[in-house]
């Protein structure tokens, strides 16, 4: 079995900064395309970024020039550095990836981390 396990949310005040780390753990996997999602109260589940393991980027319009997704392949590891955070940047963060094994591909979810951006 694989985990993906979300670290580093928390409080922080408007324009500070956050870094998210995702690490997948288990045996006999490799990892294709990661990808950082958000759900704020009462909203559906949205994309943030999405890196290939190539580290193609993608990212959503309101994630351009503040959030930055990377990955460290070795130690299976994706991170999200946000900066200039909002308010409106406030909810869960979960990571996504598309994981193979035993030559299948699953969709693997991380349980969330909470951001939470107020003063």
């Known amino acids: 079995q694989v985990q993906l396990v979300e670290s580093g949310g928390g409080l922080v005040q408007p324009g500070g900064s956050l870094r998210l780390s995702c690490a997948a753990s288990g045996s006999a996997f490799s990892i294709n395309a990661m990808g950082w999602y958000r759900q704020a109260p009462g909203k559906q589940r949205e994309l943030v970024a999405t890196i290939t393991n190539g580290g193609s980027t993608n990212y959503a319009d309101s994630a351009k020039g503040r959030f930055t997704i990377s990955r460290d392949n070795a130690k299976n590891t994706m991170y999200l550095q946000m900066s200039s955070l909002k308010p409106e940047d406030t909810a869960v963060y979960y990571c996504?990836?598309?994981?193979?094994?035993?030559?299948?591909?699953?969709?693997?979810w991380g349980q969330g981390t909470q951001v939470t951006v107020s003063s």
């Open positions: 996504n990836a598309d994981i193979k094994r035993l030559s299948l591909v699953y969709n693997y």
